[in-house]
């Protein structure tokens, strides 16, 4: 076990336990019993917290026990139900254009790919293809209850746990096979840039898959396709922030953990690949919405209202954390509304069908307006709503715990390791700091203003109640 600080170590004065008593308190720890006796005899709080602090106390758990998902009811397996073969649909051929996924290097479930025509007369459409998931995930059918209960995917450091099973995944995937079948969205911008017609079609392609970094560097390199699609996603961006879109610029890391237990936490880079698909992605929710707008039929929009309070001018890092703290809570409601935050009159989430509940209700509800079937109606819109994000708030919480808990594990095998970090935020004595290799924030007493750097060193961690200390060193 590595010893953490803060952290005592097992001694000889540590109750010895018995078969029975550990168990009962590892089901209190994991969260699956409110209350232990055992807890009780010792003299201990009966709370998740101090199980596991005592568990880890006794070297009956080590640093790499990671309650969390298991205590928020996250389920902790990927489904395994049957996945049906493909309908037979018409689909709109659409082989003969480039259409290329963008995924981070390792992605296992690519659900969007982008492409770009130019018809006659000069107009412009951009092409997102989705998964067609729903074509597989019919409404009420065993894969969308199963769906609909987990709310989302659940990706942890050490392993992602699917919202649907790997086959269908397999199944659906854009690029796994020579052609793949989507749910294809439609912009058209006119000579001046703008957008001025949507369309939703159910298509046929050759899909090319690259990572972010390949497509980083065939950017540069000249590409004709993907610097056509900087300009319209530069258009886009600066069309939004006119309306009031924010952008929030803070660091990210992913957290990976293999399974030998070695850590690695890496900065998400601002390239201008990623911006490319955001901002595409962005578009392709708003043209959803607007093509279901016009056909009058209910889908989980996103809301948001205007910011509730002002925040700090400018683009250093606290102005981006104050910014960020005025975001009022994105809402799903099966009626329009516009979205304030990203400077839009409507919105849909529409690009994640395989990993995000409300994604997928919105493709059945797209489907169902192609096909000229029988859609949800605003009533059973509202109820998924309800029921997928109780589930899917337990999954973001599990990943947001789960990411922590492995940040503050790595912390404690570098206890000597110098952080820089940035004052973004003051409460009296108190500032709130952020590390921004590990997009971290910590509580320290100093006296150095907001904005300033300052050096920081681990002071303590307790994995059991997620918190971290550091200390102030100067150099």
Known sequence: MTQVPGTPSPTSSAPELTPAQRTDIELLARGRQDKSRTMRELNQPETPQAAHALLLRLGLWDETRVPFPERLGAELETPTLSVPAWPDETRLDLTHLRALAIDDEGN????????????????RRLWVHVADVAALVTPDSPLDLEARRRGSTLYLPTHTIGMLPGALVRQVGLGLDTESLALSIAIDFDAEGQADSVDVQLTRLRVTRLTYAQAQTDLEAGDDLLNQMWTLAKASRALRESEGAMSIDLPEVNIKVDGAGQIAITPLPRSDSRFIVQECMTLAGWAAAIFADDLELALPFATQDP?????????????????????????????????????????????????????????????????????????????????????????????REARRHWTLVSMSRQPERVYRAVVVERRQAQATLLLPELALDVALVTSAPIGAEVKVQLAGVDLAMQSVRVREVQG
């Open 108 to 123: 296992q479930d690519p659900d969007d790919a982008l492409s770009l025509e130019v018809l006659p007369g000069g107009t």
């Open 307 to 399: 910011p509730h309070r002002s925040s700090l001018p400018g683009e250093s890092m606290p102005a981006q954390w104050a910014r960020r703290k005025t975001l009022s809570r994105t809402r799903f409601q099966p009626l329009l509304g516009p979205h304030s935050g990203m400077g839009l009159d409507a919105y849909a989430q529409a690009t994640s069908p395989m990993r995000r509940y409300l994604d997928l209700v919105v493709h059945q509800q797209l489907r169902s307006a192609i096909l000229d079937t029988e859609p949800l109606s605003g009533k059973d819109i509202a109820a998924r709503v309800a029921e997928s994000q109780m589930a899917s708030a337990a999954t973001r919480t599990a990943e």
